[in-house]
């Protein structure tokens, strides 16, 4: 037996989503942010996110509220978590912070744009486009198998530790997607379909759900941002763990 139920929740907008995406629209070779990745912390915009999300949590029923937390130890995600929960009047959980659940790695491709990998590395560029997103890992970093075989421990801890309960993971776009591959089982081109034609939004919610607590889990919702909607924060989407652009 496990859990029963994971709501997947991404980090809200940070400082580095907003520096990417400005160095992407004008052609930077490199993301202007002068912070460690694990230092980047939210912006105003995803403070409110964090804000609107705890509201939510708060409003759930009991019932359907996660019995614990667990939560990357990068600031942007241990911010949400700390906003999200400080909402809810000390029913939820302090999060639990694992670094299993930190973002991937890019190694030498850390902070640089599409652009500024292909001109500063084009040998990079090139055995990273021949290879793909799942298994190319750039010198010093991680691939995405690599992120997958992390996540597989660590969800077994989660298991151990959380039977017939519900869990709330918050942490990074990629990391929810290679949830969703292991949980659902998805074969790698399903989960490349997946991330070539949706990015997952800043405090979005994504739920997967396992009534016996043990096998394959089912998605509920994928990138939900009603809450957010409703709760009056920004909507916002920065693409993030792309093969060209630094997952912030």
């Known amino acids: 037996m496990g859990a029963i139920e994971l709501i997947l929740i991404r980090h809200g907008e940070s400082a580095g989503n907003v520096a990417a995406t400005e160095a992407q629209r004008s052609g930077a070779e490199?993301?202007?942010?002068?912070?460690?990745?694990?230092?980047?912390?939210l912006s105003d915009a995803g403070m409110e996110q964090a804000r609107a999300l705890g509201r939510w949590l708060s409003g759930l029923p009991q019932e359907e509220r996660p019995d614990s937390v667990w939560?990357?130890?990068?600031?942007?995600?241990?911010?949400?978590?700390?906003?999200?929960?400080?909402?809810?009047?000390?029913?939820?959980?302090?999060?639990?912070?694992?670094?299993?659940?930190?973002?991937?790695?890019?190694g030498i491709l850390d902070l640089l744009t599409s652009a500024g990998v292909d001109a500063r590395y084009p040998d990079e560029a090139r055995r990273r486009n021949w290879l793909g997103k799942f298994s190319y890992?750039?010198?010093?970093?991680?691939?995405?198998?690599?992120v997958a075989l992390r996540l597989r421990s660590v969800?077994?801890?989660?298991?151990?530790?959380?039977?017939?309960k519900r869990v709330a993971v918050v942490c990074h776009d990629a990391v929810i997607m290679l949830i969703r591959y292991i949980c659902e089982r998805l074969s790698e081109q399903e989960l490349l379909d997946i991330a070539s034609s949706t990015s997952v939004r800043n405090a979005s919610v994504t739920r997967l759900v396992r009534p016996s607590g043990q096998g394959r889990w089912t998605l509920e919702s994928f990138n939900a941002v009603n809450h957010l909607e409703s709760g009056g924060a920004p909507v916002t989407e920065h693409a993030g763990d792309e093969n060209h652009v630094h997952p912030r």
Request: net charge negative; glycine share 8%; charged share 40%.
């Open 137 to 146: 890992r750039p010198p010093g970093g991680e691939s995405w198998a690599d």
């Open 30 to 41: 490199v993301i202007d942010i002068g912070l460690r990745d694990p230092d980047v912390p």
């Open 71 to 106: 939560c990357s130890p990068y600031l942007r995600a241990r911010q949400t978590a700390e906003l999200a929960t400080t909402q809810d009047s000390g029913t939820l959980q302090e999060a639990r912070i694992d670094e299993r659940l930190r973002d991937r790695e890019l």
């Open 155 to 164: 969800l077994r801890d989660l298991d151990d530790e959380n039977d017939g």
